[in-house]
């Protein structure tokens, strides 16, 4: 080697180093691979799974996970590989509220939560729920489980981790909702947000269901990360009201995305608002839209820009997002069962950042949907 390489190999290396120093340290302080889990650190992973693959982690501040199931990606397993994430980290606690549960990988989850010493206890729909094997092996090992055996539903479909952090949305714990439906979950963590679940799944776990439950929600609305969030459980809280109560502050849009919505007032205060200059646009489950009670005809014949929804399968929201400002969701659907028979949970969330995300999704749904032929709704 000449006297010349030999000098440039003395300081090429320390630059390299450097480089790699600093690139290393850039990727490490942004998150890197291994973002914080807990929500009362800085930065909380804010993962949105949609068709776009958009994901990532929120700046500083973010204080929620929100998820997105992805129907044309047979492969994507998001939704429910983050709930048993979250099971997996739990420490002392799981109270479970599940419509249906089928899927192994959840069960064994719940398992091995158990089994290290977590506290399990589970209220679930007989009626959904007691044919599925997975329920049958929470059974086996012991664990307590509450059904409701009326003929209304136990529609729920949350988590409580710890006393602490609550996961909720339209997911049921189904293959079918991972893989085939149009679905969505949200994972946060707030004193308020868990007390009010854990007394409502009290409730139910001591077979207080549907109208029979105690109209005692501790925090009706509280304030999150400077937002105020408002919580509502039916069929004792009257969940429907509260939906119209918000959808009439809207000044410039509502959106929605509906698996059911049969509900008249609702219905009309979207017409009400119309008649102000609110522009009022959405997707219906295609599968029942066209049907008596389906408020689908009523707001297409109105001149709404209304849409069928473009999945083969379910589509299974239960969304409405108010001028992209706040956003409303849960298990609860737009329907007098809903608000009158079922036990359901319900968000109403002023946070804009939070209803851009239900604005982003529906927009890709949106785009994904059909239009209805003449003033029918039928594909």
Request: net charge negative.
């Amino acid at each position: 080697m000449s006297s010349t390489s030999k000098s440039k190999s003395t300081w090429i290396w320390p630059l390299i180093i450097i480089f790699l120093a600093v690139a290393y340290y850039f990727y490490t302080s942004s998150g890197g691979e291994n973002p914080p889990q807990n929500p009362t650190e800085e930065v909380l992973g804010n993962t949105t799974s949609v068709p776009t693959e958009i994901s990532g982690v929120l700046p500083q501040g973010g204080y929620f996970e929100i998820y997105f199931t992805i129907p044309l990606d047979p492969n994507d397993k998001s939704v429910e590989q983050a709930l048993i994430s979250k099971i997996d980290a739990s420490k002392t606690s799981i109270s479970m509220a599940v419509f249906e549960f089928d899927i192994e990988e959840v069960a064994e989850a719940i398992l091995r939560a158990e089994k290290r010493g977590v506290e399990v206890r589970v209220v679930y729909d007989n009626e959904y729920s007691d044919p599925d094997p997975q329920m049958g092996m929470l059974k086996a090992a012991g664990i307590q489980t509450i059904p409701d055996n009326r003929t209304a539903l136990m529609h729920n479909k949350f988590f409580v981790f710890d006393d602490a952090c609550v996961w909720t949305g339209s997911f049921n714990i189904s293959d079918n909702a991972s893989k085939k439906n149009n679905e969505n979950a949200i994972y946060f963590c707030s004193p308020e947000a868990a007390e009010n679940y854990s007394v409502e799944f009290e409730e139910m776990f001591a077979g207080e269901f549907g109208p029979t439950s105690t109209a005692n929600t501790p925090h009706p609305a509280f304030e999150i990360n400077g937002f105020t969030v408002e919580n509502c459980f039916a069929s004792e809280d009257n969940c429907m009201e509260k939906v119209i109560n918000a959808v009439e502050k809207a000044n410039t849009s509502v959106h929605f995305m509906a698996f059911s919505f049969t509900d008249d007032d609702l219905a009309n205060a979207m017409i009400t608002n119309a008649n102000r200059g609110v522009v009022i646009e959405g997707i219906f489950e295609s599968r029942g839209a066209n049907t008596e009670y389906s408020e689908c005809n009523t707001l297409l014949k109105q001149g709404f820009d209304i849409r069928l929804d473009g999945n083969p399968y379910t589509f299974h929201h239960k969304v409405i997002i108010v001028d992209e400002q706040f956003v409303i969701f849960g298990s609860f659907n737009f329907s007098a069962s809903a608000d009158k028979n079922n036990d359901e949970n319900l968000l109403i969330w002023y946070d804009p950042q939070l209803a851009q995300l239900f604005e982003q999704q529906y927009q890709i749904m949106k785009s994904q949907a059909v239009i209805p032929q003449g003033l029918s709704c039928t594909k």
